[in-house]
């Protein structure tokens, strides 16, 4: 296998993802232009390091793809369309041509399903690949960490479980049910953010907080409850029906794997009573389905579950990394 | 030595660095705010790993610097001022707090030197350390690639060589005179893009075209006739009057490492003849002084060395990292 070259690198991801549309710059210069839209700049960046992010079995396009969900997700969480992503890479000097044209693929997808122009990028080369996502919008409102009121109904975008368990399957070589086995495979290698959802929620001003869930369900509660200077009563657990039936038969600790498995890409939020009727019907209304978990408390920082059967206090840890 | 978590990571960086200015939002939501500015969004990334970016003999905190020290560089050819900066860090698992706190040292010294607020980041494990700088501003006008016309002058905004030279020292051990030693290893160890310099010069409209040097003087100056369709006779090579007296003494050839050598962080420039005088002036004013290397013609992409005595074709060829 040929070596190639950093200037080859450039030249092969830039066929896969193109140029940017006008009247974004052209990629080439010292910098790159963003034309600007009403409100602040929002920014945000997310490093991926193959060794520690990308769990065996993940395709190189799909690991590409997955370092640019990452910022996407706290887009989703702030509701905020991002407009345009520069891409740090660190390659291997040993890294195929094919390799590379993988990785623009998985670009040229993320670009595509999120709307985004990706306008610059730096290459380097290094023993592992690592890619450093930053993604940029502008935003007139963003939904912030505080502004949680007790009463307030907590939800989340979508159902808790699949990726700790397709990691367990993945990482560990975890035997599961074919059925659950294939959706929790997919929830890692293929993770959706909701931005739209996240978009829209913001938009029509329904979210009093919000944050992003990659770290875990239970350590979003807490750094959620302690922005916003305010506590969590966690009453039912967000899972589909299935999930607890699949988990049981594959002899898996539904507790431990909702509330502290990762990396989910789901929104974490905040309703005021009066809103949540709306913001169900507008879940609904975008092929999504907000799942109520719990309601605000007085008590500032305490993160409780109780379903009336069970109570114990969520503790605060979250997933931690491979490798 | 006792291991560091993500948390402390962000906490001894965070205790370095501070917080940025009201109404730049906090660093610890999902993403951050910018106010924004008149103008376009100017953004660049610049990723920096140790093995190959880092010489021997560089500080942690030279090296946290230097990892915002290169995207500077470039706002400095373009002329704008960095208003903001998202630091991604991979770090290795075993790195020592004092380590970190040195990181953090690197990167108050740049935000301070270059007046930029660090506005957020993120942490990440991998077996080097590697730092993805993304640097953000806004301006209404930049110096472009193209726009430089046959007759205008090529200047560079200060002496070439004594980086490449540095370079030598510390990975490959050359030995050379002490003065020259110090000023070469200074020039590597502790870059200074002509920040000021560049910001003034577009601000006045003095530049037809510029770029950034960081590849090597060689290699900017083809970029720089091919996005601009002209090209350049080289008359003079950028070099101070003690620098060929050292580099002969050292047996040190000149052309090839004022050429083809790196890492510079300088200005390359072309202004019309009768705006040179302007240029020079507030080059002076600002402690800087730009050096006249030839003029622009007409042949695209030619980039011809003729200083009367010899002649030859000045080749597109480059800085290769370390490692």
Known sequence: ???????????????????PRVPYSMIG??????????????????MLVRKTDAPKGMATWQMARKSVVASVSDFAAKGVQPSAALLSL????????????????GFRKAR??????IVGGDTNESDDIVIDCCLLGFAEWI???????PGDR?????PFGYPPVGLKILQDGVVVQESFREMAIASVLLPKPKLDLGIVMTTEGLLSSSIDSSDGLALSL?????????????SKLPIEGRFAEFAEKSRLEIDEIVLYGGEEYEIVATIPEDKIKQANLMAERL???????GSVTEEAGTVLFDDGIRRFQIEKRGWVHLG
């Open 1 to 19: 296998v040929k070596r190639i070259n950093e200037h080859e690198t450039i030249r092969i991801i830039l066929e896969a993802i193109g140029q």
């Open 29 to 46: 210069d010292d910098v790159a232009l963003i034309p600007p839209r009403d409100g602040d700049l929002i920014a945000k960046v997310d």
């Open 90 to 105: 660190a390659l291997p000097a040993g890294i195929t041509r094919k390799e590379v044209q993988e990785l623009g693929r």
């Open 112 to 117: 595509d399903e999120f709307g985004i122009q």
């Open 143 to 149: 939904t912030g960490r505080h502004g949680a009121a």
């Open 154 to 158: 907590i939800v989340v975008s979508g």
């Open 222 to 234: 807490h750094q959620l409850a302690e922005s916003g200077e305010i506590g969590f009563n966690i």
């Open 287 to 293: 092929g999504h389905h907000l799942i109520e978990i």
